[in-house]
């Protein structure tokens, strides 16, 4: 230990008789009003404590005296943001679906809505920009399994397919193996005979007249004889470059042999009408629709 | 302003030193002179600038503010006389920024903290808050005098410290005041001010700035600049041997004695020195401080030593300037009987000089060419390109629009890149196909959703630059944009 009451000679200050390495620390005492300030600020964060939610415990945490929580917070917020846009929704859910395709506004907020009802509702099964995945549409394109103007964009939404809603969509590929409606080498042969009908190439050797004629029994009653589709079965149109469910021989042979039936839920009871209405016009300007 | 201690003055019981040490009230007098003068008129202009510059009017042409310097938040903009800033374009006030703080290093390299005695807010408002205090409370002895009386307090005492509390509040109030107008039309919010229709926030600012004012300016004072404010520490790191600062120039001032001894000495033809030790420097020091300690941390460069002790050499027939703007090693050469060298110019000073052309070149040639039309574009990343049934591939952007002008304008777009591509926008119907049009209102931005169809390719490439040209119909001006089409 050193001499407390040393005093540096190059300054004349007292030090505080710390020594290290022998240089002896000064003393120099912060302001009065910086350590009150800081004790302040002590005093601050325990009344803190006290006033805010603040300690865990075991089964909860400390409530504060005032029984603040930030989720009431929310609440309060989500109910003032209803307020502010209760008037716009309102009109939005008055406006017919083509109105508002031509009101800048009305489209503006349509599509901001609808952006973000699709983000939470459809997002897991046709992606967040709607780009599908197999089996699930793909909704940027110009194919639509049950039309793709905005009323029946709307409709689709509205019901659902196969969703058990009573206006739902119905419509189904039958199971031509599983059930025993076609052989093998017929399923094999159709397949080809449905490549043909996209332009893509065969295998050798396969019989086209053959593929014709079962293709005429069994599938030109929802596809329509040149395989065209028909929107109101919600048969696809097996001619064009798009294929929900794969185009190459063995996804075919699959879809003739095993069947396919896509279910999309009924959103009507669960949005309210002018949120369906955004997402469809959403839907709608993603860039397919009809 | 730690006081120094004298060994013999301590007893055991200081030996750990005061936990915190009390400030010393400062009581500068007041005082007359050129550097005096140089801070009363930067002080006018400075406050003058301030407080009035929110009711300089401006002419932007109909339905745009018409102030001239304007942060207009709610609308995202920023005037500044005949230059409109969008939120685009902040990096002008990045630019401002280090142009400031090059500007900064300048001052220092040339007077050292100059900028903290003439220019600092805070040392503008203090000195002003203290030219209150001596109106109203008079000079440095009275003001003593006073806080150190024990009388009970009489009327005209108690009278003169609530005078003085009001007008600096009043100072205070009108300096948040005049904050709040930067960032609303001035006359109307003055007018909703007092007639309490005003926004909530613009009251909150007011109480704000109020408090910090009169605290800062009232009380904190030069502890504002020893203890909270980083530059002192920050400059001495810049700063350097050539840089001048005010300096008691020891080598003409040593030995201290009276006048009378002074003038006797000097008859015999001794060596003395000019200081009469009169404390004049230390009485007008708004830090406190004594200058002949040599320099310290606490001094702000303000001059105004160099005022008190000039008036003091004046009237003892010396010559001015024992206190004045200097460095070290003219003392020494002094010393050395060499004549002074001042170098202003020199690598320092060149390069924050030319760092400072640069920049504010730099920006006054964008600004002076910026565009007032703009076109940003975002390609979408899901789906990146979608393939439609009869084999075209087709991209969507969000393509966003600003018209920064004062007019209407109509567009067009067009896209070039992918062969035969046709472009279509989200909403529009447009009259002449593959090329839309659409108004965008002045003043504002737009954001579409913009489709970019190409007819099937056998062999498509991965990707194709696309380059969105928007061309104002009327004027001809051009905006683009480069992205990407790509291909599944
Ligand atoms: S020492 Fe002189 S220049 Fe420095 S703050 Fe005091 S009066 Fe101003
Ligand atoms: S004012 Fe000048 S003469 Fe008086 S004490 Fe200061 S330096 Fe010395």
Known sequence: ??????????????????????????????????????????????????????????????????????????????????????DKMVALGAASLADIEKAPALLALARAKGKTVFGDNCVPCHGSGGAGAKGYPNLNDDEWLWGGTLDQIMQTIQYGVRSGHAKTHEGQMLAFGKDGVLKSDEI???????????????????DAAKGEKIFAENCAACHGDGGKGNQELGAPNLTDKIWLYGSDEASLIETIGQGRAGVMPAWEGRLDPATIKAMAVYVHSLGGGK | MNKTVNPKDLTSDDDYGPL???????????????????????????????????FVRWNRGFGAPNQAVLIDLPNSRFYFFFIELWPQEVYYFTGLLIVAAVALFLMNSIGGRIWCGYLCPQTVWTDLFYAVERLIEGDRRERMKKDKSSDPMKLERISEIVLKHSIWLLIAWWTGGAWVLYFNDAPTLVKELVTFQAPMIAYIWIGILTATTYLLAGYMREQVCTYMCPWPRIQAALTDEWALNVTYRYDRGEKRTSVKKAAELRALGEQVGDCVDCYQCVAVCPTGIDIRNGPQMECIQCGLCIDACDNVMTKIGRPKRLIGYDNDINIQRRQEGKAPVYRIVRARTIVYSAIIVAIGGFMTYTLATRSLLDVNVLHDRNPIAVKL????????????????????????????????????????????????????????????????????????????????HVTDIGLGEVASATDNFVSP
């Open chain 1, 1 to 86: 230990m050193t001499d407390h009451s040393e005093v540096d000679a190059v300054t004349g200050k007292s030090t505080t008789g710390h020594e290290w390495d022998g240089i002896k620390e000064l003393n120099t005492p912060l302001p009065r009003w910086w350590v009150i300030s800081f004790y302040l600020t002590i005093i601050w964060s325990i009344a803190y404590w006290i006033v805010y939610p603040a300690w865990p415990l075991i089964q909860s945490n400390t409530t504060g005296v005032f029984g603040y929580s930030s989720r009431a917070d929310v609440a309060v917020e989500l109910a003032n943001l209803e307020k502010i846009r209760g």
């Open chain 1, 188 to 206: 094999v042969t159709v397949a080809n005979y449905v490549r043909s009908l996209a332009g893509l190439p065969t295998r050798n050797g396969f």
């Open chain 2, 389 to 468: 049934s009869d084999g075209s591939i087709r991209n969507a952007y969000t393509v966003r629009l600003l018209n920064k002008s004062g007019y209407d304008r109509v567009i067009a777009i067009d896209a070039h890149g992918p062969a035969n591509a046709t472009v279509h926008i989200i909403g529009v119907d447009s009259v002449t196909p593959d090329r839309p049009m659409i108004v965008i209102p002045r003043d504002s931005t737009s954001e579409l959703r913009l489709l970019v169809t190409a007819p099937a390719d056998d062999n498509p490439q991965k990707s194709i630059p696309v380059r969105f």
């Open chain 2, 20 to 54: 915190y040490a009390a400030r010393k009230k400062v009581y500068p007098q007041s005082v007359s002179g050129a550097f005096r003068r140089i801070k009363w008129g930067l002080m006018a202009v400075c406050l003058g600038v301030y407080y009035f510059l929110p």
